[in-house]
């Protein structure tokens, strides 16, 4: 296909249509819509709404609710070992604490609970990729924290609350608006380099959904920057690191205490037992479920493990009815598609234009409400702009921003962006982009408390894994700060368990009591879970594979 | 809902696609044009453990080496982010052995001398300029070696802020150097010393520390839900640039 500056021929001449709108669009400023509105494209075009995408789930503790069913599959699934062929006997690892996966959850309740008294070799992370591989990594607008003179903690609080459609738990959205300038100042001593004005002040922008500009950023390399950071100081404080070996399977005790994981070294195929006072699942989201086919923005490893290991050992999940899609993924070129375009791009003035280059929605309604709008615009209006692959998504202005705020400011505050894009042949700076949503985060989770406990004694739970702080909708910023609160929350409360806490006989019979459980409710499956890592592989590789090894 | 439609049609137009040939690691496939070489090498058969990560451009984990057929030079990417092109010999780098050096950020401090005493091996920098070369993000990576070397903490910082730390630049180094633990320790001595210290940071945990918003809080948790919602609705929005 022939491309101009990144574009097939038919595209330029859309993109002409695009430019003769831009002038009398710069000022143009629409409404938000009433909260009527937004529950009418939501019920019609969300695709959360549609009530053929779930099923409800027929064992265990959330028996009986509706789960999307690519959750629903890996609930009901056998367990990837036979319990009786793990020698419980032999611990490999013998801790206070284990941290079963390695993103910013994970490394910053290993940074607290340390820093609270857990000493560095009574801690083990084990990982299924490398240290800090994981969504955190990739986050890029930014961490929402109210720190500024015209804002508050408590004007956070209701931003929070009515993005989330006011089912999150109240407790914990109190402790993630509370928290959040002591998270920033935490960052801050540990040499975060957020961006700044000369003076000190935080540049803060909006995101979507948001009354107060409390989006802090450093460039849209946002969650790497803070991610380095944390996973260096990890590092500086030798907290003992597995890498490449996820768990499978969470081990309890006679006590009905969790009590460490079986994990599984993939590279040699070999299970560890590890036995521990505290475990915590910082396992992070299912994006990688590509819930109803949707492409994702998320990380390989994004496979919803630890759900599936804590919903069998008899946690409690919640809004899992409730999946976020991204109003902004790539749509063109191919090689990117599903991949994130930052909220910040709206923060900064992108506008969303339709086939006729006009302005559909406000840019920035909570995601739900914009991503539904844009599926709207897409499939029930017709206004949207068909690939060459047969994907229709709606325009990104993005020209606007450097005309708004400056030339340079794309390449300046959109690096991460603008270099995306280069790299495919597209200057973002005087061309639009395509968009359509994209599958992004995991609203639900396992229930926790404001301390990161569960209902399980023995386990807690940070970050996306956990349910209850955003209700049916996250807005914009609000994840990488839920990793950093409640991941420091869980460290400290570890701190303190580990001092009382003791552990009884070791034991996996819970993994058997559920396979029960699955036969009892009449489930008939030779799927197996948790997943590890989705599989990309061609049919025609998979339809000849032998297994000669065993 | 179309995602399904969308799937369908995406999978229609894929087997109307020329393809190319690699090499992975040596091994020839036939690959539909215009994959990137994570999905070129997955479509051959290939199941990631290594070598794949966030598949967006910020992890560095695709780390990838290749050659082009009849051209003696070795050129680097990430494996998410580039297109696969006919004759290419790739491979990926599963792990960079590197050298760290562990630190008390607090016990340190931005002087002239503190990026030497941790990584002297800086001053074996030849100015050979492989690592800039070896850079899939386009950093001046020499130009940080060589402001760590002078001292020039800001700028080795600035230069290096939009690094992913893959690898490439220290596996070609002749001189041996870490640049990407080395530059790490210069963006977090700026960061925290250098960079000007937010002041209404610092007042705003001081108020919530202090419990100056307790009593609105715990009336807005204990609120009714009517009466949440028409505060929602009636909120200000901050305007203006």
């Known amino acids: ?550 | 809902m179309s995602s399904k439609t969308q799937e369908s049609k995406m999978d229609k137009s894929e087997k109307k696609i020329r393809t190319i040939r690699v090499y992975v690691m040596g091994k020839s496939y036939d690959i539909p044009e215009g994959f990137t070489i994570m999905k070129a090498i997955e479509h051959a058969g290939y199941r990631y453990i290594r070598g794949a990560g966030c598949r967006a451009g910020f992890c560095g984990a695709c780390a990838t080496v290749y050659r082009k057929r009849d051209d003696y030079k070795l050129y680097t990417a990430l494996a998410c982010q580039t297109t696969a092109e006919e004759g290419m010999y790739l491979v990926q780098l599963p792990f960079v052995p590197a050298n760290k050096k562990f630190y008390d950020l607090n016990l340190i401090k931005p002087t002239g001398t503190v990026m030497t005493s941790h990584y002297p091996e800086i001053a074996r920098c030849v100015s050979c300029n492989t690592c800039a070369k070896a850079c899939p993000q386009d950093l001046e990576v020499m130009d940080i070696i060589q402001a760590s070397l002078r001292g020039d903490i800001e700028k080795a910082a600035q230069l290096s802020f939009d690094c992913l730390q893959c690898g490439l630049c220290t596996i070609r180094c002749p001189a041996e150097i870490a640049h990407y633990h080395v530059a790490q320790l210069d963006r977090r001595l700026y960061g925290k010393y250098i960079l000007p210290r937010s002041k209404h940071l610092a007042e705003t945990v001081k108020e919530v520390e202090s419990g100056k918003y307790e009593k609105e809080m715990k009336k807005l948790t204990t609120m009714k839900l009517e009466e949440l919602k028409t505060l929602y609705k009636n909120r200000d929005i901050e305007t203006g640039d």
Not at chain 1, 219 to 247: C, H, Q, S, W
Not at chain 1, 384 to 405: F, M
Not at chain 1, 442 to 454: F, L, S, V, W
């Open chain 1, 1 to 550: 296909m022939e491309l101009i500056n990144g574009y097939p021929e038919y595209m330029r001449d859309m993109i002409h249509t695009v430019e003769k709108t831009r002038q009398d669009r710069i000022k143009k400023a629409l409404k938000m819509m009433t909260l009527d509105e937004r529950e009418a494209v939501l019920t019609h075009h969300h695709p959360d709404y549609n009530p053929a995408t779930k099923r409800t789930v027929k064992a265990g503790v959330n028996k009986g609710d509706k789960m999307p069913h690519e959750v629903a599959d890996l609930l009901e699934a056998r367990s990837l070992i036979s319990p009786d062929e793990i020698d419980l006997s032999k611990i490999d690892y013998d801790v206070d604490l284990l941290i079963i996966g390695g993103g910013g959850a994970g490394i910053v309740a290993a940074l607290w609970a340390n820093q609270e008294g857990v000493p560095a070799d009574n801690i083990l992370i084990a990982t299924k990729l490398r240290l800090g591989d994981s969504n955190s990594m990739m986050a890029q607008g930014g961490i929402q924290a109210a720190d500024k003179p015209n804002d508050s903690i408590t004007r956070h609080y209701l931003d929070v609350m009515g993005g989330g459609h006011f089912e999150n738990k109240p407790d914990l959205v109190e402790a993630l608006v509370s928290d959040a300038p002591l998270i920033i100042k935490w960052h801050e001593d540990l040499g975060v380099m957020y961006d700044k004005e000369k003076d000190g002040t935080m540049v803060t922008i909006h995101g979507g959904g948001t009354s107060r500009k409390r989006m802090h950023s450093a460039k849209d390399y946002t969650g790497m920057e803070i991610i380095r950071v944390l996973r260096d100081e990890m590092r500086n404080k030798k907290i003992p690191i597995l890498e490449f070996a996820p768990a499978v399977e969470l081990i309890k005790d006679d006590k009905g205490q969790v009590a460490g994981a079986v994990l599984f070294n993939m590279e040699t195929d070999q299970y560890y037992v590890v036995r521990a006072k505290a475990t915590i699942i910082t396992t992070g989201g299912f994006g990688r479920l590509h819930i109803q086919n949707f492409p994702t923005t998320n990380h390989y490893g994004a496979t919803a493990d630890g759900l599936v290991m804590a919903y069998r050992a008899g946690a409690n999940l919640r809004d899992m009815d409730s999946v976020q899609y991204h109003p902004t993924g790539a749509i063109f070129p191919e090689q990117i598609v599903g991949l994130l375009i930052t909220e910040k791009v709206r923060g900064l003035g992108a506008q969303p234009l339709n086939i006729d280059g006009e302005l559909f929605v406000n840019p920035l309604e909570p995601r739900d409400v914009e991503s539904a709008a844009f599926i709207r615009e897409c499939y029930e209006r017709n206004k949207g702009v068909e690939t060459h692959t047969g994907l229709k998504g709606v325009w990104l202005d993005t020209p606007l921003i450097d005309i708004i705020h400056g030339k340079g400011t794309i390449e300046k505050k959109l690096s991460a962006m603008y270099r995306m894009y280069a790299r495919f042949g597209i200057d973002m700076t005087k061309d639009p982009i395509l968009v359509y949503p994209t599958l992004h985060y995991q609203n639900g989770g396992i229930e926790i408390n404001a301390d990161g406990t569960t209902k399980l004694p023995g386990l807690f739970v940070a970050g996306e894994a956990s349910g209850g702080v955003h209700g049916k909708n996250r807005l914009m910023g609000n994840s990488v700060l839920d990793y950093n609160v409640f991941g420091r929350r869980a460290g400290i409360a570890v701190a303190k368990h580990v001092k009382k806490a003791s552990v009884g006989k070791l034991t996996l019979e819970h993994v058997k009591d559920y396979e029960k459980t699955l036969d009892n409710e009449g489930v008939k499956t030779d799927r197996e879970s948790p997943m590890i890592i989705p599989d990309y592989r061609e049919k025609s590789v998979l339809s000849r594979m032998i297994d000669v090894w065993r």
